[in-house]
C-alpha cells in the first residue's frame, strides 16, 4: 500500500432513527441512518406505511376532469 493516499479510519458509531447503535469502524466519525436491519420491512416481516396518499389516488386524481370524466 502506498503511504499518505488512504483516508483515516475510525472507530465509529452508527445509529439508526429506531434507536439501533452499531459499533464498527470507517472513515466518518458519526454516521446516521434511516433504516437499519433491526428496523427494515425485509428483515423484520412487518409491512410498514411509506407512502402517505397512494399512487391510485393521486392518479385518479391527476387524470380525472373536473366533471368527473376519465381522461385515461
Known amino acids: 500500500m502506498k503511504p499518505g493516499i488512504h483516508p483515516e479510519y475510525y472507530e465509529t458509531t452508527i445509529r439508526c432513527t429506531c434507536g439501533n447503535e452499531i459499533h464498527t469502524r470507517a472513515t466518518k466519525k458519526d454516521i ?10 425485509l428483515f423484520t416481516g412487518k409491512a410498514r406505511l411509506v407512502d402517505t396518499e397512494g399512487r391510485v389516488q393521486r392518479f385518479m386524481k391527476k387524470y380525472t376532469s373536473k366533471d368527473g370524466k376519465r381522461s385515461y
Open 32 to 41: 446516521r441512518i434511516e433504516t437499519c436491519s433491526a428496523c427494515h420491512p
